[in-house]
Structure formats: C-alpha cells, structure tokens
C-alpha cells in the first residue's frame, strides 16, 4: 500500500501556494477598476482552505525519502489538484466558462499547450489575461521549482520527482536540489525580464508585455487577442519573439552553467551538445524551406516570406503555438510540413513538449546501426550521443516512448472523430494536445480558430493528452499497471 500522507503534504502546501497566487490577478483587476477581483478572491478563500485543510491534517508526517512510486504518484496527483483549484477564476470570473471549458483552459496553460476556448480574447480583464500567463509560468518551471524546494525542507528527496517531470539525463550541476531550484528561478525569471522588456521597447503595453514574455519563455501560446500575434504587426516584436521562444527551447542547464561560477567547458556538457546543433539546424532549414514554398506559391514578397515563415515555423518547433498569420492558406504541402512539425519539440531539459531532438537522435543512430549490420553482419557500432555511449535501455526507453507517443495520438484522435469531429480536425487536435503545441488544423481548431465549438467529451479527451504529453506518457501510464499499486 503507498503511503500517500507525504504526498497529500505536499499537495496542500501547493494548493496553499497557489491561492496566494491568485490574489495577484485580483489586485491588477482591482488596480484597472474592475470587478472581477471577487471572482479570483473567491477562488483564492476555496483553494487555500482546501489546501490549508489537507496540510494539516497531514503535517505531522515526515520521511527521509521519497520512495518511487511516491515521487510518480505525486507527480501526477500534483498536476490534476492544481488544474482543478486552478480553474475557478474562470469559472466565477467576467468570461463565466463552465467546469469542463475552465478545466480544459486551465489544463492548456499549464502544461504550456495554449490551446484556448475563449472567444472575445480582446474584451477579457487584465486579470484573466494575467492568470492564464501566470499559468504558462507555473506550468513551464514554477510546479517543478516549487516542489524542488518544498521536498528538501519537508525531508523527502526531490531529485526522484525532477526526473519524473524531465527527460534531462545530464549531469548535475549543482550539488542540491534545492540549489537547482534556486538557480532554474533565476534563469526564467531573468529570460522573462529580458523579454517583457524588448516587447514593451517594441510597443506593447505593461501588461501585453509581462503576459507575452511569460507565455514566450514557457513556450505556451496564451495570447491576449483571438488573432494571437497577428494583432501587433510588428517585425520587431516577431524577432524579439523568435529569439526568446528558442531561448525557452533550449536546455536550461545551460543557462545555470553559464552563470556558474565554475564557467568551464567541462563544466557545461550543454553547451556543446549535439542536440542544440541540430536542433538550431532543424529550425534554419525548416524556416528556408517554408519560406521559398511560401514564395513560389504564393504572391508573397520574399521579405515578407521569410517574415511570416520563419516566425510560425519556429512557433511550431518548439511548441509555442503563437499564430502570425493563417498558415492553412499556404496549400496543403504547407499543412503537411506544419504537421511533421508538431512532432518536433525542442531540446529535453527545456519548456517545451513533444518528442525532443534527441530521441530523434538515438533513433537516427539505432538506424544506421541496422543498416551498418545488414552490410558488416559481424561488426561493432555503438551508439554514442556527444561521445558517451548510449545504453540499450536508454535505446529501448526512447523506441518505447516513440510507439507509446504515436499510439495515445492515434487513440485519442479516434475518441474526437467519435465526438463527430472530421479527420483532420481530430487527428491535428490530438496531435497539438500530446504535443502541447496548441493551434490545430483544419477549419475549426486551426490557426485562427479555437476549440470552444468542441464537446465536453471532446474536450477531457485533449485535456488528458495535454497531461499525457506534458508528463511524458510513461510517468502517467506506470499509475495503470497493477504491479504500480502492488505492496
């Protein structure tokens, strides 16, 4: 029998957490003299006497370490109580959405899909405006770092949950977790800083440019207009974009090391890992070729081209979901492309979702391995990634990952066409939720669509993709093996 005590502690201090959190948004609204404060003061009194009452009835228990299937099941546990407190504001609040549309708001934001339900993003308070990129904030790193940081002072290790929410396998930087989660504040915090600031150089007003920069480095795609980034027009906002929503692609180890005091090559295995190279590659090459398809089919100037593809084309690849310009009416081998590109992601150890360059990396050496032994039956290849062996459990953890990704899409996309949704629509929206990218395709949930005209039914079913992909499947699915829940 696992012992949930330690993880419902844990949980009420989060929840607790999280309803200081919501008075935040209540005092912008209060500050633009609007009401809507009352609905996220509401939310907060619910959500902190909730979290207050699991806490202390679990506060007297303490443990040195946290066992494996704790650490998963807290994971887990974590993301849907967060989820479900976090959607009152949208529930009681100016845009008055039902349970299942505020959950699956909710559900989007943190785990950084930005997939939305609202229609009238334009008229909405600033204080809704905020809390749905305040949610890309705590979905990119904030419930990790908090986490990180309760567990060490409530005497559970915290490195057994880091790895459950992460892929990153390389090596530890800093000597405790409660250092990591220190440092990794201060590098999103710093990215955000920077980026608010060059969007409000570039226009924006203060709270377009803290809501923007948060959804921006978090890699989410909550914007503040139904037209999402077309609204601005702005060249000088679109790069400004493209820069940071890399920076949000890249691993954040690097960045820890780069302010390390210990600035040493040897130090910093992420600095020169293949992964950021080919990625970096696979977005240059990608942006090129969409841009001279966009050129050759289309009346479009190339400047404007090379504009309008390099800035959606990056959107995509690293699952950021911001929208310039309607990419469906670009043809179909246009929508093909976008489409492989939901199954992209960025570099692991960073904000993004999907795949990650370097499972593709593993599966491209474990290819040339076969290929290498139907010519040399008696020969020796190994597989190496930056010079370091890779092991045949990594190897059959990255090929079980790929089927598993692949399957969940597939299955999930079937349950939309059973809601009576066409193909496209459903097979794009299951795609954009396990990936977290969030803008579909097809005419309903495409670019400059939304997915409010979906069912309730429809709708649960992407919000559990969302956790799937956001969690990376196998931390969600090991919670359904029998021997999980064996003693």
């Not at 990119?140 to 990180?148: N, P, Y």
């Not at 959804?215 to 940071?244: C, H, K, M, Q, R």
């Not at 070729?289 to 084309?313: C, G, K, S």
């Not at 299951?430 to 670019?447: E, K």
């Amino acid at each position: 029998m696992i012992d949930i005590r330690p993880i419902l502690q844990v949980i009420g201090i989060l929840l607790s957490i999280l309803a200081v959190t919501m008075l935040i948004p209540a005092v912008v609204d209060l500050a633009y003299g609007h009401q809507e404060s009352y609905g996220f003061a509401g939310s907060a009194a619910i959500t902190g006497f909730a979290g207050a009452l699991i806490w202390i009835s679990n506060r007297g228990y303490h443990r040195a370490e946290l066992g494996v299937r704790q650490a998963f099941l807290l994971t887990v546990l974590t993301w849907i109580a967060v989820s479900a407190f976090a959607s009152l504001p949208m529930m009681f609040g100016h845009s008055r959405l039902s349970y299942a549309d505020a959950f699956f708001e909710t559900m989007s934001g943190l785990t950084t899909t930005g997939a939305t339900v609202i229609v009238g993003l334009d008229s909405m308070p600033p204080g809704l405006l905020l809390w749905r990129a305040l949610l890309h904030a705590m979905g990119g790193v904030g419930i990790i770092i908090v986490a990180l940081a309760l567990l060490p002072v409530l005497r559970v290790g915290g490195m057994q949950l880091f790895r459950t929410e992460s892929s990153d396998k390389s090596q530890k930087l800093l000597p405790s977790t409660g250092e990591l989660a220190i440092a990794i504040t201060k590098v999103y915090l710093a990215l955000s800083s920077l980026c608010a600031l060059a969007y409000l150089m570039g226009g924006m007003s203060l709270l377009d440019a803290i809501c923007h920069a948060l959804s921006t480095v978090s890699t989410g795609g909550f914007a503040n207009s139904d037209s999402s980034f077309a609204v601005f027009d702005s060249l000088y906002l679109e790069i400004v974009a493209i820069i940071f929503m890399l920076a949000g692609a890249l691993p954040f180890t690097v960045y820890i090391a780069i302010t390390s005091r210990k600035f040493t090559r040897k130090a910093l295995p992420g600095l020169f890992d293949d992964q950021i190279r080919y990625f970096l590659l696979l977005c240059a090459v990608a942006s090129l070729a969409m841009t001279t398809w966009v050129f050759a089919t289309t009346e479009t100037p190339l400047p404007l081209a090379l504009r309008q593809a390099t800035f959606n084309v990056i959107s995509v690849i690293t699952t950021t979901g911001f929208v310039s310009i309607d990419y469906m009416q670009w043809g179909a081998g246009a929508t093909m492309v976008f489409f492989a590109l939901y199954f992209t992601g960025g570099c692991t150890g960073s904000t993004t979702g999907s795949v990650k360059i370097f499972r593709y990396q593993v599966l491209i050496q474990a290819i040339r391995r076969i290929l290498f032994r139907m010519i040399t039956p008696h020969g020796v290849m190994n597989l190496k990634l930056n010079q370091i062996p890779v092991s045949e459990d990594t190897l059959a953890s990255v090929m079980g990952f790929m089927f598993l990704f692949m399957v969940t899409i597939f299955l999930i996309g079937l349950g939309l066409t059973m809601t009576g949704l066409d193909f496209v629509t459903a097979m794009s929206s299951a795609a954009t939720a396990v990936s977290n990218v969030g803008p579909g395709l097809g005419d309903i949930a495409g670019p400059v669509g939304n997915f409010s005209s979906f069912s309730d039914t429809a709708k649960l079913l992407m919000s559990v993709g969302m956790l799937l992909g956001r969690l990376e499947l196998f931390t969600v699915l090991v919670l359904m093996t029998p021997r999980f829940w064996r003693v």
